[in-house]
């Protein structure tokens, strides 16, 4: 009858050390979870950083591109023609759209390209003289009118996981 209490007492002591490890596994698995999802959340938040930096630099290098701009501005004719252009697809990598927006005298939206359809995104923009070589009782004569440049990138959020 001691051997059988022995043994009733070493099985119940082997079966507290087993509860006692899953318990601790079951801690460290927790512990883990946590220490991804900060890790995870500040990576999200390092890209979205990133990405405002392409947006705002961006900004400038459409603001500057010679291939847009006149001696006054950006050129009005050359944003409606680069809406045309595929070869600019590598520049415009990471950006989910661009428009030119004239403010006054008049409103009218020029969308160079809009992937923003179905995503999270933040827009960045500047003012900029939007200029157009216009005609004039036989007189060539530049129009400047002011315009807004917008761009927009995509804005990701821990819990929007591709």
Known sequence: MGKKMKNKKADLKIQETAFMLLALAMFFALVFVFYTNIKLS?????RNRLYQERGVSMLS???????????????????????????????????????????YPKKEVITIFDNTKGKNWISYSSYI???QLVFE??????????????????????????
């Open 129 to 131: 003289p939007l200029c």
């Open 42 to 46: 500040g990576l999200y938040a390092e």
């Open 61 to 103: 290098k459409l603001a500057n591109m010679p291939e847009l701009s006149s001696a006054e501005g950006l050129d009005y004719d050359s944003i409606i023609a680069l809406r045309n252009v595929t070869g600019y697809d590598k520049l415009f990598k990471g950006l989910l759209g661009i428009q030119v927006v004239r403010v």
């Open 137 to 162: 009782e036989e007189q060539a004569t530049t129009r400047c009118d002011i315009a807004k440049l917008i761009v927009y990138v995509e804005q990701v959020s821990a819990g929007a996981r591709k």
